[in-house]
Every structure is written in structure tokens, then in C-alpha cells.
């Protein structure tokens, strides 16, 4: 059993059971993530340097428009999909198992928690992991400090207030704000 394999099975929305040779992976995997984030966020790096890093903690190739100030946090790595022209600003922290796809021209402000996997209710079975991706349509503009919970869609050019919760689907060009996020208006 491989990357692929858990890859195949966190796409999937699979539970990964606690304890099972699925859950040993992705948390060595983890390990590869947490290594290299600390390389990331260890001192000064060139934009170049950083996206080689986005490179090696994503496994797929990162475009040259791609833009991250580091310290930025991921604790799997592996299932990230970055745009072209993708701003990521300082602070951000990205659980992305689950799968997170941003589109071409976003734009993630200071802090943004990005979050894809959910644990069970039930108390017995409250360590296994529930994933959904979070895909981040063209043009997305995400203010300060929001976080972004597992299994949303956020689309084209919306715009998501500082300091929102986004609990569910955010329509295209829509404004929310608050906790939980709500459409204000639309842009």
C-alpha cells in the first residue's frame, strides 16, 4: 500500500478507520509535511526557493505566478492543487487530506485555516477521519483569519469576509461574511 493508494481512498471521501494500515500512512506521510514545513519556515527563502518547496510538499509541479509567504503550514502536503497566479499569504495552516483545489488567480489572505477532514460523532468511533475536499473556484478573493471547513465549494470570484466560518457552498461572485458565513450581497 502506497501514497496512491491513500490518495485514491481520501479522494474517495473513505473514512480512514483509526489504527488501520490507511491511517499509519497518512500519518507518516504527515511526517514528510512536517519536515518539510519546517525547512519552509526555517529562515529566509527566495520566492523560488519556496515554491520549490510548494513542489516537493505537493509531489506535482507548482507554477511560476505561484506565490506564498511563508510561515505556512500543512500537515499532509500531498493533496494540494495550486493555480496560476495563487496568492498565499503569511499564517496559513492547510489540513489538506481531504483535497484542496485553488484556482487561477486567488487570492488567500494572512492566517486562513483551510480544513478536510471531519471525525465521527460517535464517541467510539470519534478517531477515525472523515475527508471532503474544499475547492476554491477562479478569482477567489479570502479575507483574513476565515476558515474554510471540509467539503465546500467556494465560486468564481466570491468573496469570503475576514474572519468568516465557511460551513457550507459559497455561490459564484457571492460576498459572506460572519460565523457561520452568509451571503451579504453579490459582487
Known amino acids: 500500500m502506497g501514497i496512491d493508494d491513500l490518495l485514491e481512498a481520501l479522494n474517495a471521501g473513505q473514512r480512514i478507520t483509526a489504527g488501520s494500515p490507511l491511517h499509519a500512512l497518512m500519518h507518516s506521510t504527515s511526517q ?3 519536515r518539510i514545513c519546517a525547512e519552509l519556515n526555517d529562515g529566509y527563502r527566495s520566492p523560488g526557493q519556496v515554491r520549490d518547496l510548494l513542489r516537493q510538499l505537493t509531489g506535482t509541479n507548482v507554477d511560476d505566478s505561484v506565490v506564498l509567504f511563508p ?9 494540494i492543487d495550486l ?6 499569504n503569511a ?10 483545489s485553488i484556482g487561477d488567480e486567488c487570492l488567500i489572505g494572512h492566517n486562513v ?24 473556484g477562479r478569482n477567489v ?25 465557511v460551513t457550507k457552498d459559497v455561490p459564484a461572485g457571492a460576498v459572506v461574511v460572519g460565523s457561520p458565513a452568509r451571503v451579504v450581497r453579490t459582487v
Open 141 to 165: 478573493w479570502i479575507g483574513a483569519n476565515a476558515t474554510i471547513l471540509s467539503g465546500v465549494t467556494i465560486g468564481e470570484n466570491a468573496v469570503v469576509a475576514a474572519a468568516a466560518v
Open 71 to 79: 510561515p505556512f503550514n500543512s500537515e499532509f502536503g500531498r493533496n
Open 83 to 88: 493555480g496560476k497566479n495563487v496568492f498565499i
Open 91 to 100: 499564517g496559513c495552516k492547510f489540513q489538506d487530506q481531504g483535497g484542496i
Open 32 to 34: 514528510d509535511a512536517l
Open 113 to 136: 485555516v483551510v480544513a478536510t477532514l471531519n471525525h465521527d460523532l460517535e464517541p467510539a468511533r470519534r478517531a477515525d477521519m472523515i475527508p471532503a475536499p474544499v475547492i476554491i
